[in-house]
């Protein structure tokens, strides 16, 4: 049974950062790729991006391109996502996705 706990988020003013962390547990850190989504209210889950284990090939929404930057740590059994420049647009609640699995997401709110 796979396990994911999200942390780091919070209020943070535009143009500000912050670092999103995944702990997973009860998975083998394997070939899986391991992926962020975020909800902002009223809307729908979109993909924010997206890592593989094997190579480390990272892929990014357009939205977030040159701002937020993923990856992950085997040895700690964590997923990262380093956000910066953000953007009151980039509220919303994110979640990690690993194997299928879905933790129950962080806050994050951009806004002065």
């Known amino acids: 049974q796979v396990q994911l706990v999200e942390s780091g988020g919070g209020l943070v003013q535009p143009g500000g950062s912050l670092r999103l962390s995944c702990a997973v547990s009860?998975?083998?850190?394997?070939?899986?790729?391991m992926t962020w989504y975020r909800q902002a209210p009223g809307k729908e889950r979109e993909f924010v991006a997206a890592?593989?284990?094997?190579?480390?090939?990272?892929n990014y929404a357009d939205s977030v391109k040159g701002r937020f930057t993923i990856s992950n740590d085997n040895a700690k059994n964590t997923l990262y996502l380093q956000m910066s420049s953000l953007k009151p647009e980039d509220t919303a609640v994110y979640y990690c996705?690993?194997?299928?699995?879905w933790g129950r997401g962080t806050q994050v709110t951009v806004s002065s």
């Open positions: 890592i593989s284990r094997i190579g480390g090939i990272t």
């Open positions: 009860g998975f083998t850190f394997g070939s899986n790729t």
């Open positions: 996705n690993v194997a299928g699995s």
